[in-house]
């Protein structure tokens, strides 16, 4: 088994030597030797919506332009019928404007903004909850082959995971191809670029899985059902709120998937058991960080 996937297969993949994404940091390690490690870049981007100040976020500052659309469009700010007609990102001032054809006003909304448990101090507003009353998920399949192919995949992508840590991914799939591949220091954020990345290129959620390195918590969970996605996977664990929501939505969240093993919890009946488990390679501990598989 090649050591590394083919990144051909990616629209985008992770690129974790590029430059301001970390940073050359020496310190002392456990024997009291000298030691350089790379560190994450950790920077504020503020985005506007037309005129109106929104949020600040922190993040590693790639794909702003993404991050900025898709946290518009995950808050319930931007709706399938706005046109986005311009999208300007300002490097020296961290700043992204997001204009529209129409002007809008959400400092009602904004009056709700609430903090969540997510890393990287996540965002979600009062009535978010409210916008998954309408939210119909599509009655799609999911090969489990599918899922082993893509967990394997995935995890052995070279990513800033692996280079740095301290930071999440999330993937968009489609069948056993990772599609997207997004990372950031808040697994809200990962999210929010694939939001972006579909609503500027009018990409499909139907017929497409949310992989993610990181917990499947009640905000993951409305995020990826009001994208309209019906498949969330994670290496991860779960929320008690995040299943009872999916289960709510009819969403499939699969979790604590390491080499054979996962543990779905809610939409079961989308699973197709295509492949016996016994036959797919287990994670060994000493290599689970990078991916690495035995018989």
Not at 75 to 89: E, F, H, K, S, W
Not at 102 to 125: D, I, Y
Not at 143 to 149: A, E, H, I, V
């Amino acid at each position: 088994m090649a050591d590394t996937p083919d990144l051909a297969q990616y629209l985008i993949a992770p690129n974790p030597k590029a430059p301001r994404l970390t940073r050359a940091v020496v310190g002392i390690d456990h024997l009291g030797q000298e030691t350089e490690i790379s560190v994450v870049e950790e920077r504020p981007l503020t985005i506007y919506l037309n005129s109106q100040e929104i949020v600040t976020a922190m993040t590693i500052g790639d794909y702003p332009e993404y991050l900025a659309v898709g946290f518009l469009r995950n808050q319930g700010m931007l709706r399938d019928g706005d046109m986005v007609t311009r999208v300007d990102y300002d490097e020296e001032l961290e700043v992204v404007v997001v204009r529209t054809e129409t002007e809008t006003n959400h400092e009602e909304k904004l009056k709700k903004k609430t903090r969540t448990s997510g890393c990287a101090v996540g965002t979600v507003f009062g009535d978010m909850m409210e916008g998954l009353d309408g939210v119909t998920l599509p009655e799609t399949q999911v090969k489990t082959s599918d899922l082993y192919t893509l967990a394997n995949t995935i995890n052995r992508t070279p990513s800033l995971y692996l280079e740095a840590g301290a930071i999440h991914g999330t993937v968009l799939c489609q069948g056993a191809r990772p599609l997207v591949y997004m990372e950031d220091v808040g697994r809200h954020n990962a999210v929010d670029k694939i939001s972006g990345w579909m609503f500027q290129h009018g990409v499909s959620a139907a017929d497409k899985l949310m992989y993610t390195t990181g917990r499947l918590t009640s905000e993951m969970v409305i995020k990826c059902a009001l994208m309209g996605i019906p498949v969330l996977a994670s290496r991860s664990g779960f929320t008690a709120w995040g299943v009872e929501i999916a289960r709510q939505v009819g969403l499939t969240v699969i979790g604590r998937m390491r080499g054979q093993r996962f543990v779905c919890l809610s939409g079961e009946e989308r699973l197709v058991r295509d492949v016996d488990p016994a036959s797919v390679p287990v994670e060994t501990n000493k290599h689970a960080r990078k991916g690495g598989f035995r018989k």
